[in-house]
């Protein structure tokens, strides 16, 4: 095994991944701005390495530093967590290259599947289904105007270099297409510098499903079941579930095996998901795959009993999945809540500052993931992310409960916070029904409080 990584990362993932590089008997480096001195992350890790002054350019992706960092302290590994450089193809190849272990896909695999026009094709080959619309990207508004007449308005002008909701746009008819094609283009080029753009047909009120999937190096690729993160504001998730609410065993089976499908397809090993839509007849499309382990992992962990960011390392030493060729059993439900320093009175304001006050809930089916203590502050350079509140039970209606109470009873003070907002949401009787769409939390904001 190895016997150092480094986590080119911050706030409650970095620590999550020490306790998992602790667990395996391996020394975790941190890494940290000047900003985060006093952060958990620092004081937890065996050794830590100040790489710059606080705004992310200069520090959490400032390449050369962290690979410093990893060859000045001897790391074998880097795990990079979820945003900042996880995706991050070149990255990637500075550590290969440098004869540093990324923990994550090959630059290739993050090229592929960065490139959303590339993923698409790439799973229209492999059989996965994807949404009606582009097999390459588009060249002029005539073949866009074209294509919209074929699979039928309204469509959606994505960015090939978008994602997660970054560069897209609906066209209801031919003069809507014309405009935002262009616009959609221009964007994606002050975005992303690259103007590439697709079409999709536009799937109307559908429910984000996503796939966990996890591969080795020995070619074995398994699911280990789906999340639901319809619950999203702005692009933003908020609430995550696994399992998901009314799925069929058979449609979750055949979404499993789509996504095992794709991810076998580009021999993919580590941890990755694989995202679709499902629209209200039951017909999913694969929208997008994300090479990293994501923020909502815990769901998915909590339901398996697994422990997905030790798998990682393991598989990225080169190690087989240490789980058994069976299909993952699950057990119970599990919710995930995001507790944000936003202010939901001003339009989610991000709300940097001290915090004084720091109750979290505890107890039997309460896991908590947060970087966050009494008398830490909050700074402004960063996401707003203070704690994931994962709670599971026998049943969804059982965690529904245990959520309520948690929330209620999570004192946080100094900093406004989403918590009431999320409160709220348990206590809307759509959600509480399992009538989750992705235009839930706008219902919501429009209606009074
Ligand atoms: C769509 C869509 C409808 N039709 N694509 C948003 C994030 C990105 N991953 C893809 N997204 C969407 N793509 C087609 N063809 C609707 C969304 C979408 C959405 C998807 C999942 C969760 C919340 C969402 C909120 C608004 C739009």
Do not use: W
């Not at 958990?40 to 400032?62: K, M, W």
């Not at 695999?109 to 619309?133: F, W």
């Not at 529904?400 to 929330?407: F, G, N, Q």
């Not at 409160?423 to 429009?446: C, E, Q």
């Amino acid at each position: 095994m190895f016997s150092k990584v480094l986590i080119a990362n911050r706030g409650e993932i970095a620590l999550r991944i020490i306790r998992a590089c602790h667990e395996l008997g391996i020394e975790a480096v941190a890494v940290f701005s000047e900003a985060d001195r006093d952060s958990l992350h620092v004081r937890f890790a065996d050794e830590a390495v100040c790489i710059g002054p606080p705004s992310v350019a200069e520090s959490y992706l400032n390449i050369p530093r962290i690979i410093a960092a990893a060859e000045i302290t001897g790391a074998d590994a880097i795990h990079p967590g979820y945003g900042l450089l996880a995706e991050n193809a070149e990255f990637s190849e500075i550590c290969d290259a440098s004869g540093i272990t990324f923990v994550g896909p090959t630059a290739a695999q993050i090229r592929a599947m960065g490139d959303k026009v590339v993923a698409r094709e790439t799973m229209m080959e492999i059989g996965v289904p994807t949404v009606p619309g582009s097999e390459k990207a588009l060249n002029s508004v005539r073949e866009a105007l074209r294509l919209a007449d074929e699979i039928a308005y309204p469509v959606m002008v994505k960015a090939a270099a978008g994602g997660g909701g970054k560069g897209m746009r609906i066209a209801r008819d031919a003069g809507e297409l014309e405009r935002v094609f262009g616009s959609t283009r221009m964007e994606a080029q002050a975005a992303f510098g690259d103007s590439s753009v697709y079409l999709e047909k536009l799937i109307e009120r559908p429910r984000h499903i996503e796939i966990q999937v996890f591969g080795d190096t020995h070619g074995r690729v398994v699911h280990l079941g789906e999340r639901d993160c319809s619950v999203q504001r702005r692009h933003q998730k908020l609430i995550e579930e696994a399992p998901a609410y009314g799925l069929s065993p058979e449609l979750r089976e055949e979404m499993g095996q789509a996504a095992v499908r794709g991810a076998a397809g580009i021999e993919y090993a580590g941890a990755g998901t694989v995202e679709f839509l499902l629209d209200p007849t039951g017909a999913f499309y694969f929208i997008e795959m994300n090479t990293r382990i994501q923020v909502e992992h815990p769901v998915t962990e909590v339901t398996t009993g697994l422990d997905l960011v030790k798998e990682q390392i393991r598989v990225a030493f080169g190690a087989p999945l240490s789980f058994p060729p069976e299909p993952a059993s699950h057990r119970g439900h599990a919710i995930e809540f995001r507790v944000n320093a936003e202010d939901p009175e001003r339009d989610f304001m991000p709300a940097p500052g001290r915090i004084d006050v720091f109750h979290p809930p505890a107890g039997p089916g309460i896991r908590l993931d947060t970087h966050v203590y009494a008398g830490y502050t909050v700074p402004r350079y960063y996401d707003s992310l203070l704690a994931k509140v994962i709670v599971s039970a026998a049943t969804r209606r059982e965690a529904i409960d245990r959520a309520r109470h948690s929330l209620d009873n999570f004192v946080v003070g100094g900093v406004p916070t989403t918590l009431s907002f999320l409160s709220r949401i348990l206590r809307d009787p759509r959600f509480v029904k399992g009538a989750v769409d992705t235009s839930l939390v706008d219902r919501l904001m429009s209606e009074a409080a």
